[in-house]
């Protein structure tokens, strides 16, 4: 074992200068340091001989140049003035008044040539800034907004890696506080760096290179879950046979989600069935323009309304059921609300902040790639599509860009009920929206957007939902990592009757502040008569009325 001392940064710079045998063989850094301390070395020498010069005209003390080397030295660093000061002449004071300001200018110089780039060409190890990991998401060349994801798994308590193949701009994440280290995914070494032994998920992400993503982490944890993300349906089966838990294809998945948001009507199949006739169900908007966009829950004139019951809201493209009371708004947002058809006259008649969700008979679909034709897919029959696109050969009604008026117009739009924009292009799809709108004000646009960001533009724009497909992306690996299920369409809320013995003695509101987001108590049948007041404290011989998703009201008795 050798025992040479280790070296530092700067030592190394010397050894290499003292081993160049020419100044044809220096890299321009070096050359650099070489002209920079030739330099310094003449201003010192000069500076010497000037006060060598000075002190004995001016003072009338004949010193050596080494003892006016000594003193320029000392007087440019700022460490002390020697056994010369004070000075008689006021042209020996002036001369050492410059003498210190550009001995602070060279220092100055020196951090920024000499210095700096010392220790900014010190290797990074990424790996020591991570902390222990145990049960953790392992992100592979995670490409839809690495900000946004690591966001959401931070605000969701998630514990994870990103390994990035760009070292750049792992260094920059990482600098962020992000949990981030540089790598090729593909090796066993980068994996086991990103402690995948001790990981619970791998996401994948790196397009043609996920199956051998997958091939690594499995041989690294064949016990480990895989989930991949993909821009077409087609490798599906062939990840699934590699060993992949689940493929996802994104824009096949946002096509779905806009589908869904447009074909959802205020009709659910369980309702009628479990709260009679005279109490209905209906989905309320949050006009994006109107008072309640912004709003608390519990500022909303459903609260206030003891005839009406929220039983959850869809907001930023998220389910809640049901809404937290301290929870804002999003435009747009959708509430599920429980009540007589009066109580809603007496909403809409109270502020302009809600709109009706509209079933729409006649749709026009923006792009046919994955997205568009995922949307068109999922529209009930009856539904008149019209879909436009820029390639003939996609089969689109009308060919053209959907952000011309003469091509919206050739599509109908003027007497469609819904627009909706699912180009790959952000900023197409911003103005493809601003002229659906100046076309037809009353119809509902529904846009589909990549960037986060973007989805302000888009409710600038006027559109009336916005999904972004880096924050769907990111909620939806975030609800995997912690085993959560996905819930997407309005439909899946289901009422349901359920025996009220272990109830019994508590009054409505108090079931619904105890449900723990697992349920809502909608109301109670008692005698033929349906009451949703949350005051009304449940008896013996009354029948619940819950609402959730069918996962969770298995869990109920009598369900």
Not at 310 to 323: F, H, N, Q, S, Y
Not at 332 to 354: C, I, R, T
Request: charged share 25%; proline share 4%; glycine share 8%.
């Amino acid at each position: 074992m050798s025992s040479e001392k280790p070296q530092g940064p700067l030592e190394q710079q010397l050894r290499q200068l003292r081993s160049i045998d020419s100044i044809d063989d220096m890299t321009e850094r070096q050359r650099t340091v070489v002209k920079f301390l030739t330099a310094l070395v003449s201003v010192l020498v000069a500076y010497a001989v000037i006060y060598q010069a000075g002190m004995r005209t001016l003072e009338g003390d004949d010193i050596t140049i080494f003892h006016a080397l000594q003193t320029v030295v000392e007087t440019m660093t700022t460490t002390g003035y020697g056994a010369d000061s004070p000075w008689v002449t006021p042209y020996m004071n002036l001369l050492v008044i410059w003498y210190q300001i550009s001995g602070v200018l060279i220092g100055f110089i020196t951090l920024r040539i000499l210095i700096i780039p010392l220790f900014e060409r010190a290797p990074v190890v990424l790996d020591d800034r991570l902390t222990a990991k145990d049960g953790h998401v392992v992100v592979c060349e995670y490409g839809r907004g690495k900000d946004v994801l690591l966001d959401e798994f931070e605000a969701s308590g998630i514990d994870y890696v990103l390994v990035d193949p760009d070292k750049d701009e792992a260094i920059d994440l990482s600098n962020r506080d992000y949990q981030v280290i540089d790598g090729d995914p593909t090796k066993t070494e980068t994996l086991q760096r990103a402690g995948v032994g001790d990981a619970a998920l791998v996401v994948m992400d790196a397009r043609e290179r996920n199956a051998s993503v997958a091939l690594t982490a499995h041989q690294c944890n064949e016990d480990v879950r895989v989930l991949s993300l993909t821009e077409t349906p087609d490798r599906q089966e062939a990840l699934e046979q590699i060993g992949v838990d689940r493929v996802v294809c994104v824009p096949s998945l946002i096509g779905r989600q806009l589908a869904e948001k447009a074909t959802a009507t205020a009709t659910f199949a369980t309702a009628a069935d479990a709260i009679g006739e005279e109490t209905v169900v209906r989905e309320l908007v949050v006009r994006h323009d109107g008072p309640l966009a912004g709003a608390r829950v519990e500022d909303t004139p459903i609260v206030a309304n003891p005839d009406l019951t929220l039983v959850g809201a869809w907001i930023d493209g998220e389910l809640r059921l049901p809404p937290r009371s301290s929870e804002r708004l999003s435009p747009n947002a959708v509430l599920v609300v429980v009540g007589p058809e009066a109580a809603f006259e007496a909403v809409h008649g109270e502020n302009d902040g809600f709109r009706s969700l509209t079933t729409y008979d006649s749709v026009v679909v923006a792009g046919l790639g994955e997205a568009g034709t995922a949307v068109t897919e999922h529209f009930p029959d009856g539904v008149d599509v019209t879909t436009i696109d820029v390639d003939e050969s996609t089969g689109a009604d009308v060919v053209g860009n959907a952000s011309d008026g003469p091509v919206l117009a050739d599509a109908g739009i003027e007497d469609a009920t819904a627009f909706v924009v699912a180009v790959d292009d952000d900023e197409t799809a911003l103005l493809a929206t601003a002229v659906g709108r100046s076309m037809a004000e009353e119809i509902d646009i529904l846009v589909r957007v990549t960037n986060a960001e973007d989805v302000a533009k888009g409710f600038d724009a006027g559109a009336d939902y916005v999904l972004s497909e880096r924050r769907t992306i990111a909620r939806l690996l975030a609800a995997e990592a912690h085993r959560e299920p996905v819930v997407h369409p309005i439909g899946q809320i289901r009422f349901a009757r359920v025996e009220s013995d272990e109830f019994v003695g508590q009054d409505l509101g108090e079931i619904q502040r105890s449900a723990n987001q697992e349920w809502v108590g909608v109301g109670l049948e008692r005698d033929g008569e349906f009451l949703t007041d949350d005051t009304v404290r449940i008896a013996d011989g009354d029948t619940l009325v819950v609402a959730g998703t069918d996962e969770r009201l298995r869990r109920l008795p009598g369900e």
